[in-house]
């Protein structure tokens, strides 16, 4: 039933729009959007339906293409982890790209007013274009089979964040866009060296064979110089200062994409350290653990203080992340599908949460939150994406994120019935979603609540075309059908790390 | 079809959220009465469920589907027992008389679809807490209940002025969507520590099933007592939640500033839902803890027991005796909410306390929420009907409206006699029972503090009562009668509401005795019967009438020198206190809330929002600059230097890359060299 190639597909068909895109800049106009959604609507039934047959039982989804003979080749590999991260992640590319179709064009028109009509499509085929390869990278990492596979796509992502950001960002663009290049680039180089050092150890990249190093007292250099390279990627503390900048600065259809970037290092973690490694990893845990408490308190705090609506989608970004490596840092199994889960909710949450802030830029044209106010009356609509986003940050049901805390705190609690570092770390941690609860609600409050701010332009303010927010609404309608029923998304991860470690 | 009548009390309130918005399209009156017809729906259901009160051998019975197999297994279903049938018929039956209130109450217009939405969901959500039948969706229940609760209170969003509460001036002013964020954030940390301990517990059960729960407690009670402490940490984090939902000691805070919503949500949130939770929950884990103690002997599980009996008395004469001096109508009666639930509280505390008390000490707790929910949603009631005619939420800018609003004054004197525990009227049969109880545990300090907390609810009612209706009109309210502002009756449907509970109430003082025997005898049946739990018959330490004759004392005691205050005022108030130092102190103090609502505002918000600036302008601007420029200046003057010497023009970029470029070769080499 299934057609050939379809991880292939999936993967490339997004780049193969974008040359299209390239190609036909000028008759295309400001229809390349349309052409966009079109390939990423594609790419997300093939997702679909690759995810219906590994759900009914299919396993896994292998594809191996020679690049250079003999041996170096192109693999890739759907199971139930990878393709719930894949399908989540395109889903959020397809709500971004349609977001992107009237947001990007009042960016253009702003940043580059006064170049022209040709100019300014020209700028905006140039967002699409570049805009496709972020489902290209997201699903080459999420489905590639070896380090080098995974590099490539990775370095793909931030090179296209540095274009993007340079062309279609905020106030220091250029400057903050070369923050954000030097700062994949530090991971990369990290994750470079230590994918060299397992192919000087084993003469194989595939991370199927990772195994083999098991045991091996290089494992443990192996693993730390990944997760130097990982947690910078991730934001976790000291290694987050990058965050709030980058995100604050990108355009805010790049920002939802822009925690996927960052959040997808834990899948990496989980793909190609622990599920090989899963002994010489657990050296790791506890202090993994114990960043992750500070990160999400510090990262609460740091989002509690900022004015700039934003910054503040930017700063709890780095206290969310937290959360997944939590789960990871536990090391029980059901602690590691929790923050596979929790990953997933948490960028649905963001993608909504920093879009429904750049609708709030788009239309009053202020991001000191102190400046606005009773924006509910104005923008009912707005209102309330934005408070279902704080919602689905905070861990409230029906949202997915609600089962994704349970199903993580329980595995967290497991590992505290043994460990009073994990009981210590848990409590913590669950006391620390207050602080989310605090910071999301307060910003909504400032922001919606309350008379309409002086300085605003009564007249203007109103809800954005429909365009912006059906994507958004139908993406809270995933998170709450994915709250209600976690089994579609729990029976797609559980034979892949549970079995994996009950193996090991 | 007991259990689908269940599901429906469940669904119905749900449905109707979901057709409110359709509803109002077609018209803003017929969406109030649509609202309306589905909390009906929910309270015919509800009360079709009370048959099986009168056949307890059926009980329980429990239904469920699987949620979630895979990583934990989490179940859906709903669970009929004694106490879920009494609590749910408290929620929804009651709530039905609230939303018919607010036919007349709430004007129609587009924002009152999201009013019925938010009631209707939370009156849904809060069967969902006390219908299901684990943990989990207890939990869902809880949380939905504090979202509601947060929109329910800062509904007037706008937070025009007229909307706030607190003062008078110059005495500080909230409003309406920072009280509903109080309520989020206060309600939320006890519910976060909840959290903690059900999961802490779900790792040595292996279970969210409550019945499972009870049933396997002698499995896993010995494996969490093997971790020493452990028990203590359980009850701690299990009791924080109801703690937070109740407003008792110390996450009470909250409750006063919650009536910035409109009276009918003040009504709904601490007459007949969600103030009730926190009860409800820890009778729902008496079984647990009590099997720990008196069965498995694990000294550690009596902690859960003490813990809840202190909380629940020092609340109780914490808010009475705010209660004593508050000046806005409704503040005094949360603070009476935020007692009472201390003395609910109390009772199931010392019902751990020794065998012979088990099932005393739960009847008590949970006849006083009954009776309570009645009378309190009555005052609420009648309390926004008042504030609606008077034009003010001050008492002393009320007076001699009994003369305008006879009906309801003779509605809010049944409700507030119950309060103050007047016999026959079911607020002295229950508050009998919890201080009976009381004095049967032999604890006769905590008799001590509730007895004084009778004194206190005593005054305070014939103070309110006195202040609104009787002594002479204040200015305010002469002002509006030479205004000829309308000074009187509210609407029939608000009128019928307050009605129905007064009648209620009278009828359920009548009838108080016999059905706390029924509840005696429900509860020996589901403890000791179904759940198995050890239970000893003791003959009464005191005398029989000893623990009602000191009630009515209590009674009599505030209310003598109330009445002569603000009824008869032949004492005047004014003149008494200024001529005490000591009273003005006191009064000072009572008026502050014992210093602690300023002293969690410094500590906590102004704390948090210190400790946020800190990091963000000095720690993460020191780490920022730090990386950023320093580290970066350091580079660029390396990389400069190196790129001097190997060639002569030196962008930016070219050092940045010289930089990555140089890293990576070290890196790669040191990797190499390793291998």
């Not at chain 1, 800049?25 to 093939?46: D, H, N």
């Not at chain 1, 409230?396 to 329980?410: N, Q």
């Not at chain 2, 009838?511 to 759940?531: I, Q, Y």
Request: glycine content about 8%; charged content about 10%.
């Amino acid at each position: 039933m299934m057609s050939s190639h379809v991880l292939l597909q999936i993967v490339f068909v997004p780049a193969l729009a974008s040359l299209g895109i390239y190609l036909f800049r000028e008759p295309l106009g400001k229809r390349a959007g349309w052409v966009a959604v079109a390939g990423l609507i594609y790419t997300t039934v093939l997702l679909v339906l690759t995810g219906l047959r590994i759900w009914h039982g299919a396993g896994s989804v292998h594809e191996t293409y020679l690049l250079i003979a003999p041996d170096i080749t192109l693999g890739l590999m759907a199971d139930g982890l990878s393709l719930a991260v894949g399908l989540i992640a395109n889903v959020l590319c397809l709500v971004l790209a349609t977001f992107s179709i009237r947001y990007i064009d009042h960016r253009i028109e702003i940043i580059y007013e006064g170049v022209g009509a040709r100019r300014e499509a020209s700028y905006y085929t140039r967002f699409y274009y570049l805009f496709l390869f972020f489902p290209m990278g997201f699903m080459g990492v999420s489905f590639a089979t070896n380090l080098i596979g995974m590099y490539f796509f990775l370095e793909s992502l931030t090179i296209t964040l540095y274009f993007l950001m340079a062309y279609f960002g905020y106030i220091e663009r250029v400057r903050i866009a070369m923050m954000c290049l030097l700062w994949g680039i530090f991971s990369a180089v990290f994750f470079l060296a230590a994918s060299l050092l397992v192919y000087a150890q084993l003469g194989s990249f595939e991370i199927a064979r990772m195994s083999a190093l098991a045991g091996n007292p290089m494992a443990f250099w192996v693993i730390a110089i990944f997760l130097i390279g990982l947690f910078a990627k991730l934001a976790v503390f000291p290694f987050h200062v990058w965050m709030p900048w980058v995100h604050a600065e990108h355009p805010t259809c790049i920002a939802g994409l822009l925690a996927v970037y960052a959040n997808i290092a834990a899948y990496i973690i989980v793909r190609a350290l622990i599920l090989p490694l899963f002994h010489d990893f657990q050296v790791f845990g506890p202090p993994i653990m114990v960043l992750a408490l500070i990160t999400m308190v510090y990262g609460s705090f740091l989002t509690l203080a900022q004015t700039d609506i934003k910054r503040v989608a930017a700063c709890s970004t780095i206290s969310q992340i937290a959360y997944s490596m939590l789960g990871i840092g536990a090391l029980t199994a059901v602690s590691i599908e929790g923050g596979m889960f929790f990953f997933l909710s948490h960028i649905m949450g963001k993608t909504i949460f920093f879009s429904t802030a750049g609708i709030v830029v788009y239309i009053t044209h202020i991001r000191n939150i102190e400046n606005m106010g009773g924006l509910a009356a104005k923008m009912p609509i707005t209102a309330m994406l934005f408070f279902s986003g704080a919602m689905m940050l905070s861990g409230f049901p029906p949202f997915s994120s609600f089962a994704a805390e349970w199903i993580l705190f329980a595995g967290v609690f497991e590992r505290g019935a043994t460990d009073s570092l994990a009981l210590t770390v848990g409590i913590l941690g669950v006391a620390a979603i207050l602080l989310t609860v605090g910071y999301t609600f307060l910003a909504a409050k400032k922001i919606f609540f309350g008379p309409l701010g002086a300085g605003l332009d009564k007249a203007h303010i109103k809800d954005p075309p429909l365009s912006m927010s059906i994507p958004l609404i139908l993406l809270i309608c995933l998170s709450v059908a994915m709250g209600l029923y976690p089994r579609a998304v729990m029976d797609l991860l559980r034979p892949v790390i549970s079995g994996a470690l009950m193996v090991v | 079809m007991d259990i689908q009548f269940a599901w429906l009390c469940l669904i119905f309130p749900f449905i109707g959220v979901l057709v409110t918005p359709f509803l109002a399209r077609v018209g803003y009156t017929v969406m109030g009465y649509g609202a309306v017809l589905f909390s009906f729906l929910a309270a015919g259901a509800t009360l079709l469920l009370l048959p099986l009160l009168f056949a307890p051998e059926r009980l329980p019975l429990e239904v469920a589907y699987v949620w979630l197999e895979t990583p934990i297994r989490v179940s859906f279903g709903v669970l009929l027992d004694p106490l879920s049938v009494i609590v749910a018929n408290v929620v929804a039956v009651i709530s039905f008389f609230i939303m018919v209130y607010c036919l007349g109450y709430m004007e129609p217009k587009p924002s009152t679809m999201r009013f019925w939405m938010f009631m209707n969901a939370f009156i849904g959500s809060m069967l969902l807490l006390v219908l299901a039948n684990n943990l989990v969706f207890t939990f869902v229940g809880w949380k939905l209940v504090g979202v509601c609760s947060w929109g329910l209170i800062g509904f007037h969003h706008h937070d025009e002025e007229k909307y706030w509460i607190g003062g008078p001036p110059p005495y500080k002013m909230d409003t309406p969507s920072a009280c509903g964020l109080k309520a989020l954030v206060v309600t939320g940390a006890g519910d976060m520590l909840m959290l903690g301990g059900i999961l802490i517990m779900f790792y040595y059960s292996g279970t969210f099933d409550i019945m499972t729960l009870y049933r396997t407690a002698s499995e896993w009670i010995p494996r969490m007592a093997a971790v020493p402490g452990m028990i203590l940490l359980v009850s701690v984090l299990l009791i924080a939640g109801p703690v937070g939902k109740s407003a008792q000691f110390p996450l009470h805070e909250w409750l006063p500033e919650a009536m910035a919503g409109p009276s009918p949500v003040s009504a709904l949130i601490h007459a007949a839902t969600m103030v009730k939770s926190g009860v409800f929950l820890v009778a729902r884990l008496i079984p647990i803890f009590y099997y720990g103690y008196w069965v498995a002997g694990v000294p550690e599980a009596m902690h859960f027991f003490i813990i809840v009996a202190w909380i629940g008395a020092i609340t109780a004469f914490l808010a009475a005796s705010q209660g004593l001096v508050a000046l806005e109508l409704k503040k005094a009666l949360a603070f009476s909410t935020v007692s009472q639930i201390g003395f609910m509280m109390l009772a199931l505390g010392v019902s751990g306390f020794n065998q012979g008390l088990l099932v005393n000490g739960y009847t008590a707790g949970l006849f006083h929420l009954v009776s309570h929910a009645m009378f309190k949603a009555c005052l609420f009631l009648c309390a926004g009907t008042v504030i609606h005619t008077a034009h003010s939420i001050y008492l002393h800018e009320m007076g001699s409206l009994r003369k305008y609003m006879p009906t309801t004054w003779i509605f809010m004197a049944v409700a507030a006699l119950s309060l103050m525990g007047v016999p026959p009227l079911p607020g002295f049969w229950s508050k009998d029972a919890v201080l009976l109880t009381c004095l049967e545990s032999r604890h006769f300090i905590l008799f001590a503090v509730a007895m004084a907390a009778v004194v206190c609810t005593s005054f305070y009612s014939v103070r309110f009562m006195g202040m609104i209706f009787h002594g002479r009109a204040s200015g305010h309210v002469k002002s509006l009668e030479k205004h000829h502002a309308h000074l009187g009756e509210g609407y029939p449907s608000q009128t019928f509401a307050c009605g129905a509970l007064a009648l209620g109430t009278a009828v359920f003082g009548i009838v108080g005795l016999t059905a706390e025997h029924k509840l005696h005898d429900l509860f020996t049946g589901n403890l000791t019967g179904t759940l198995s739990l050890p239970i000893a018959e003791k003959a009464a330490a005191f005398p029989h009438l000893l623990v009602p004759l000191l009630s009515v004392f209590c009674v009599l005691a505030g209310a003598v020198p109330a009445y002569r205050f603000y009824v008869s005022r032949t004492w005047d108030v004014e003149a008494v206190v200024s001529r005490s130092g000591a009273l003005q102190r006191i009064h000072r103090f009572l008026w502050e809330r014992w210093y602690i609502d300023r002293f969690y505002n410094w500590f906590f918000v102004g704390g948090a929002l210190r400790l946020a600036g800190f990091v963000a302008g000095v720690f993460e601007a020191a780490l920022d600059a730090l990386v950023h420029l320093r580290m970066t200046a350091l580079i660029g003057r390396g990389g400069n230097a190196l790129i001097e010497f190997v060639r002569a023009d030196a962008p930016d970029l070219s050092n940045n890359i010289a930089y990555v470029l140089a890293v990576a070769a070290f890196l790669i080499a040191a990797a190499l060299w390793w291998v």
